[in-house]
């Protein structure tokens, strides 16, 4: 069993930059994949980023890549997404999900892959 805590999120203008931790307990934080994903009003849950266990692998939606960074730090059980020009189409629930064993980076990109999630932090970009 993995639990997942994020940070708080925040409010922030449209051009700057937020960091979301999350915190896993347990000792296995390393045999996990990891992957923040994030929810709009009204919307589906999309996927954000992912990395492989040894973080080594990252993967990014298309709207995101550049501006953001997803790392891990396995000694410390926990997986960051720094968000920078941020924009008011990044405004959602953001959540992170963890997924045990084996798992390329395309299967990081469904949220059926992943089998622990946190508890999502709000993130606001205002224009």
């Known amino acids: 069993q993995v639990q997942l805590v994020e940070s708080r999120g925040g409010l922030v203008q449209t051009g700057g930059s937020l960091r979301l931790s999350c915190a896993a307990s347990g000792r296995t934080f390393s045999e996990h994949a990891m992957g923040w994903f994030r929810q709009a009003p009204g919307k589906e849950r999309e996927f954000v980023a992912a990395?492989?266990?040894?973080?080594?692998?990252?993967s990014y939606v298309d709207s995101v890549k550049g501006r953001f960074t997803i790392s891990r730090d396995n000694a410390k059980n926990t997986v960051s997404l720094q968000m920078n020009s941020l924009k008011p189409e990044d405004t959602a629930v953001y959540y992170c999900?963890?997924?045990?064993?084996?798992?390329?980076?395309?299967?990081?990109?469904?949220?059926?892959?992943?089998?622990?999630w946190g508890q999502g932090t709000q993130v606001t970009v205002s224009s």
């Open positions: 990395i492989s266990r040894g973080g080594g692998r990252t």
């Open positions: 999900a963890a997924k045990s064993g084996l798992a390329t980076l395309v299967m990081l990109t469904t949220r059926s892959a992943y089998d622990y």
